[in-house]
């Protein structure tokens, strides 16, 4: 069955919503597309959604998208002496390469490809975007924010 309309409806699944019956209401009330968070989806619960979606697309006759939101990479920094720290807006903060656990002046950041791809003036997001950073002096070992 071809559409008419020019716009797409994309519903994200989840624990709540990646049953047949509910695949089959969401594509009932206009649902075009489905996405499948892999950062909460194991390998096993993305195969099982998708043969649910390819299911549903079946019995409808209706052809569906799937949108794969795959995870970014997760970089980690070292550890901190105290166990953590408690960042104040204005101060600064190391980041090197130095293993040795760190405290409220610095930290080891053990990714050598950030090193090589950050320069003066770049945001560095941590905690998923809650913290920001910016970097004022970068050398093959040291930034500076």
Same mark, same amino acid.
């Given at each position: 069955?071809?559409?008419?309309?020019?716009?797409?409806?994309?519903?994200?699944?989840?624990?709540? &919503?990646?049953?047949?019956?509910?695949?089959?209401?969401?594509?009932?009330?206009?649902?075009?597309?489905?996405?499948?968070?892999?950062?909460?989806? &194991?390998?096993?619960? $993305?195969?099982?959604?998708?043969?649910?979606?390819?299911?549903?697309?079946?019995?409808?006759?209706?052809?569906?998208?799937?949108?794969?939101?795959?995870?970014?990479?997760?970089?980690?920094?070292?550890?901190?002496?105290?166990?953590?720290?408690?960042?104040?807006?204005?101060?600064?903060?190391?980041?090197?390469?130095?293993?040795?656990?760190?405290?409220?002046?610095?930290?080891?950041?053990?990714?050598?490809?950030? $090193?090589?791809?950050?320069?003066?003036?770049?945001?560095?997001?941590?905690?998923?975007?809650?913290?920001?950073?910016?970097?004022?002096?970068?050398?093959?070992?040291?930034?500076?924010?």
């Amino acid at each position: 069955m071809r559409r008419i309309r020019r716009v797409k409806i994309l519903a994200t699944l989840g624990p709540a &919503s990646h049953s047949v019956e509910m695949i089959t209401k969401l594509v009932t009330a206009g649902a075009d597309l489905f996405r499948i968070n892999m950062s909460h989806a &194991s390998h096993e619960l $993305f195969d099982q959604t998708v043969q649910r979606i390819r299911q549903v697309e079946k019995d409808l006759s209706r052809p569906l998208g799937i949108l794969v939101d795959l995870q970014g990479p997760k970089i980690r920094i070292g550890t901190f002496k105290e166990g953590a720290i408690m960042l104040e807006s204005g101060n600064t903060l190391v980041l090197d390469t130095d293993e040795t656990p760190g405290d409220t002046s610095r930290v080891c950041l053990p990714h050598p490809e950030v $090193f090589a791809a950050i320069k003066p003036g770049h945001r560095l997001l941590l905690d998923d975007g809650k913290i920001e950073l910016r970097a004022e002096e970068v050398t093959a070992d040291r930034i500076l924010c």
